[in-house]
């Protein structure tokens, strides 16, 4: 039972470069979200889907773009990495079909560097 | 805005209880509570709704007070497992899916 699973587990960049994080949920989820977290701030949500071909932004989206490519996956690119963006990044989903206020499932995060 | 918990942290001998608070400055519909180990994913233990719901699971419990904007965790009879840092994830409004907004955390050491 696979859940939630983010790629690659670890990055490092130099700033200016670009990557795109990966995330596939298999749980069936209509809802998708990806999260920072840095140490004494908490989870920050970055940009979620509420359902399959809709993205909106969260408290914390400059300098992050999404793409809900199908039910499964959604991903998130750094354009031009910055290194107010190293952080450990979550992927979650939640509300698996005709459901309500179900529990969010995280992925095990992606370690980002900037340097 | 992020919701208030306290305390920060908290050092526990093991079998002793601790309660963990969450405060929010907006109504709250849920309040989802989450439970991380260093180094990993959260993991969800429990959510209450609106209408002050008291879960249980384990020996940890929870309770939610929509009226003063709050809720509280209990961990009763606390093992070496229950420690790592938990978090309260606070949804405004009765949407089909949940826009959390997380607390900073309470780091929860249990020892021996």
């Known amino acids: 039972n696979a859940g939630v699973t983010q790629t690659p587990k670890f990055q490092v960049l130099k700033t200016g470069q670009s990557m795109t994080l990966q995330c596939a949920q298999d749980?069936?989820?209509?809802?998708m979200y990806w999260y920072r977290q840095d140490p004494g701030m908490g989870l920050r949500l970055i940009y979620y889907?509420?359902?399959?071909?809709?993205?909106d932004k969260g408290e914390v989206p400059n300098g992050y773009n999404v793409s809900r490519l199908n039910k499964r996956e959604f991903s998130l690119r750094l354009e031009s990495a910055a290194p107010s963006q190293t952080s450990v990044y979550f992927c979650?989903?939640?509300?698996?079909?005709?459901?309500?206020?179900?529990?969010?499932?995280f992925g095990d995060g992606t370690r980002l560097s900037i340097l | 805005q992020q919701p208030v918990q306290s305390p920060q942290a908290v050092i526990l001998r093991e079998g002793e209880d601790a309660v963990i608070n969450c405060s929010s400055s907006?109504?709250?519909?849920?309040v989802h509570w989450y439970r991380q180990k260093h180094g990993e994913a959260p993991v969800f233990l429990m959510i209450?709704?609106?209408?002050?719901e008291q879960k249980g699971h384990d020996k940890i419990s929870a309770s939610f007070n929509e009226k003063k904007q709050q809720s509280s965790l209990y961990l009763t009879a606390s093992q070496l497992s229950y420690s790592g840092t938990y978090f309260c994830?606070?949804?405004?409004?009765?949407?089909?899916?949940?826009?959390?907004?997380f607390g900073t955390g309470t780091r929860l050491l249990v020892s021996p």
């Open positions: 979650a989903s939640s509300q698996p079909p005709g459901q309500i206020n179900q529990p969010q499932h």
């Open positions: 749980m069936n989820h209509n809802s």
């Open positions: 889907s509420a359902s399959e071909g809709t993205t």
């Open positions: 907006k109504a709250l519909y849920s």
């Open positions: 209450l709704l609106k209408g002050g």
């Open positions: 994830g606070t949804g405004p409004m009765n949407t089909g899916f949940q826009k959390l907004v």
